[in-house]
């Protein structure tokens, strides 16, 4: 990111209005937009180079900063952080992926799935208890390199279907809306190599999980295309 990037998000905040943006566009692109693609590319090159299947572009990965206000009572214009994500087809609609978030407030990194269907959430519960042991191995794995599922967003009883699961390790897992792992970064590296590095990283370190939450949704995925198709 550019060394004004995070003074303009901040100035943003309080400048939420389309005139000042209008203005001030030409900070936006040069110190938030383009150098966020150009971190998207080049981690996109190296994913391809040391066999990763995450891809992204400028033009598919980043989030736009206009907020869509249609249904929220905050009715600000703009986002006051930058964001994009990297997934198996380049495009922000695929399932498994690679996030960078960056803000004043908060910046980190995150590989998962988040906002599943409802069948494709079921597909990945039902993979869990079916998989648990391999399941199990892996995320000791992870926690051993610091990493664990992010769990701010779960449901306070087991979801239909999984009622009489009783194992208390496998109702934490189920009860997850989202399975994703998140690592927080550090405002002063968000400027440097670094937060490329860490992305690949973190990709590195997960991708058994990607592979094994794929393995889970990717057939309902085929089904629901193959519907759409008909």
């Not at 040391?50 to 900063?65: A, F, I, M, N």
């Not at 189920?174 to 590095?197: G, Q, S, Y």
Request: with cysteine.
């Amino acid at each position: 990111m550019g060394k004004k990037a995070l003074p303009f998000l901040k100035a943003l905040g309080f400048h939420q209005d389309r005139d000042w943006f209008k203005e001030n566009n030409a900070l936006y692109e040069s110190d938030v937009k383009v150098p966020l693609g150009d971190l998207i590319e080049h981690v996109s090159a190296r994913m391809e180079a040391e066999g990763l299947p995450l891809r992204g572009t400028r033009k598919t990965s980043l989030y736009r900063v206009n907020r869509d206000v249609r249904f929220s009572k905050n009715k600000d214009p703009y986002n006051t952080h930058c964001s994009a994500l990297l997934t198996r087809t380049g495009t922000k609609k695929d399932q498994g992926f690679a996030y960078v978030h960056m803000s004043n407030e908060r910046s980190f990194i995150a590989t998962g799935f988040y906002g599943l269907t409802s069948a494709e959430l079921a597909a990945m519960r039902l993979a869990i208890l079916n998989k648990a042991p391999k399941l199990q191995a892996m995320l000791a794995a992870f926690k051993k390199d610091g990493l664990e599922f992010d769990f701010s967003e779960s449901l306070k009883r087991n979801p239909r279907g999984f009622e009489k699961l009783d194992d208390e390790a496998l109702q934490k897992l189920v009860r997850l809306k989202h399975h994703t792992f998140v690592r927080e970064i550090d405002n002063k590296t968000i400027t440097t190599p670094k937060i490329a590095d860490a992305l690949i990283a973190l990709t590195h370190t997960t991708m058994p999980f990607l592979e094994f939450g794929w393995a889970a949704i990717d057939p309902v995925r085929e089904e629901e295309a193959l519907k759409n198709a008909t």
